[in-house]
Nanobody
Framework: QVQLVESGGGLVQAGGSLTVSCTAS????????MGWFRQTPGKERESVAA????????SYTDSVKGRFTISRDNAKRTVFLRMSSLKPEDTGVYYC???????????????????WGQGTQVTVSS
């Protein structure tokens, strides 16, 4: 059974930085493509960043390009999302997602993933 556990959320001022992490248990982590999604009340879950199973390919939504960095440490079974120059509109619940694949692509749609964490709240104050 694969489980994903996020950590590192919290309250930060606009312009600040925060890193959220997601650690997986179960399965072979290097076979998991991983993604970060966020959701705010009344809105659909949106892709923020994604990374391929080996880490050679990544993808970002336009609003976070140049500010967020996704990375992974397969030995530690962990994926990270480094967020900088944070804006109030970055506020939301951040979810980690994973899927097994033999492809080296970064998946960006929620339906691409079959494993989800419980989410961690990120709040950016103005």
């Amino acid at each position: 059974q694969v489980q994903l556990v996020e950590s590192g959320g919290g309250l930060v001022q606009a312009g600040g930085s925060l890193t959220v992490s997601c650690t997986a248990s179960g399965g072979t982590f290097s076979n998991f493509a991983m993604g970060w999604f966020r959701q705010t009340p009344g809105k659909e879950r949106e892709s923020v960043a994604a990374i391929s199973r080996i880490g050679g390919t990544s993808s970002y939504t336009d609003s976070v390009k140049g500010r967020f960095t996704i990375s992974r440490d397969n030995a530690k079974r962990t994926v990270f999302l480094r967020m900088s120059s944070l804006k109030p509109e970055d506020t939301g619940v951040y979810y980690c997602a994973g899927r097994t694949t033999i492809r080296t692509v970064a998946f960006t749609e929620p339906n691409d993933y079959n494993y989800w964490g419980q989410g961690t709240q990120v709040t950016v104050s103005s």
